[in-house]
């Protein structure tokens, strides 16, 4: 089965300071894919990007930068010079190749305020 | 271009009752997931259509329903309300070609008293 945790439920910073958020996973498959979601107080999960298990290059785009590293079954995600707007609800998530479907599992998010 | 809507927004509805959730999703998508999101918890997949057939559930009682019209629009159905059911459920789409990206919708709010 699997299993997606960010141990961190609530992250507090002020405003251009960096955060970084942790998001580890498990799973048999030896093809699946991750993904970050942003959902704001609105409701909508916002999707922010999706990385394939053998892909383990950093990504950049903009202020987001994310670490997959399949040693340690992590997927973090990193907002350098935090903004107001960033405050918001952050979902890792994992999917597993599958012909009959691809279901994601989501972490418990974590809540990310940003304080000017 | 629409992205994924969904309908009602909110609803409140008794225990034992009956609800019936709309999903259209989003220009030239095929394939309609539903999840369900309690308060302070992350979504959790309920099923996926395409085709207009149950390709996919999760670890939903039977009392979670589906159906897919030609139209690739979707109903999520939920008998016998229970007071656990109240949550956000959310609608995504996707191409099946493409499933991996996946677009949700803004939800439905439904509280069961």
């Known amino acids: 089965a699997q299993k997606v945790t960010q141990a961190q439920t609530e992250i507090s910073v002020v405003e251009k300071e960096d955060v970084t958020l942790d998001c580890v996973y498990e799973t048999r498959d030896t093809t699946y894919y991750l993904f970050w979601y942003k959902q704001p107080p609105s409701g909508e999960l916002v999707f922010l990007i999706r990385r394939n298990s053998f892909d383990e290059q950093n990504e950049i785009s903009g202020r987001y930068s994310w670490n997959f590293q399949k040693s340690t079954s992590s997927f973090n995600f990193t907002i350098t010079a935090s903004q107001v707007v960033d405050s918001a609800v952050y979902f890792c998530a994992l999917s597993e190749f599958n012909n009959a479907g691809n279901m994601l599992t989501f972490g418990g998010g974590t809540r990310l305020m940003v304080k000017p | 271009d629409a992205g994924v809507t969904q309908s009602p927004t909110h609803l409140i509805k008794t225990r034992g009752q009956q609800v019936t959730l709309r999903c259209s999703p989003k220009?030239?998508?095929?394939?309609v997931s539903w999840y369900q999101q309690a308060l302070g918890q992350g979504p959790q997949f309920i099923f996926q259509y395409y085709e207009e057939e149950e390709r996919q559930r999760g670890n939903f009682p039977d009392r979670f329903s589906g159906h897919q019209f030609p139209n690739y629009s979707s109903e999520l159905n939920v008998n016998a309300l229970l007071l656990g059911d109240s949550a956000l459920y959310l609608c995504?789409?996707?191409?099946?070609?493409?499933?991996?990206?996946?677009?949700f919708g803004p939800g439905t709010r439904l509280t069961v008293t």
């Open positions: 995504a789409s996707s191409l099946k070609q493409a499933i991996y990206e996946q677009y």
């Open positions: 220009s030239g998508h095929d394939t």
